[in-house]
């Protein structure tokens, strides 16, 4: 599994699922944090929330499955535009589909 980080800091536990690669935007604060995945397995996307607080880790949707799936026709739609995600996720995920 690659992690690509856009974000300005990096993921502190290890991503346990079977992932090809992930592309996050994380950002810590005193006592939780803040940010977004989406993770690739082969097949589909999946986009997951790091926020959390100081009860949880930001991995914890990424290792327990809890993403939202994604087609791969719905992210090269306008659904991507409807949604609110990151600038420098979109873009990364996008290289990353193009290759």
């Known amino acids: ?3 690509y980080q856009v974000g300005p800091d990096v993921l502190a536990e290890t991503i ?3 992932y090809l690669w992930v592309v996050y935007w994380y950002e810590a604060e005193d006592y939780g944090g803040d940010g977004e995945a ?3 397995n082969g097949t589909f996307l999946e986009w997951h929330t790091l926020n959390h607080c100081s009860c949880f880790s930001p991995e914890d949707s990424l290792n ?3 993403g939202t799936r994604i087609s791969l026709e719905d992210f090269d ?3 991507v535009i ?3 995600y990151r600038p420098e996720v ?3 995920v996008r290289e990353l589909m193009a290759n």
Request: charge should be positive.
């Open 16 to 18: 346990t699922r079977n």
């Open 90 to 92: 979109v873009e990364k």
């Open 77 to 79: 739609s306008d659904y």
């Open 82 to 84: 409807d949604r609110v």
């Open 38 to 40: 989406i993770s690739f």
């Open 64 to 66: 327990g499955g809890l």
């Open 1 to 3: 599994m690659r992690l």
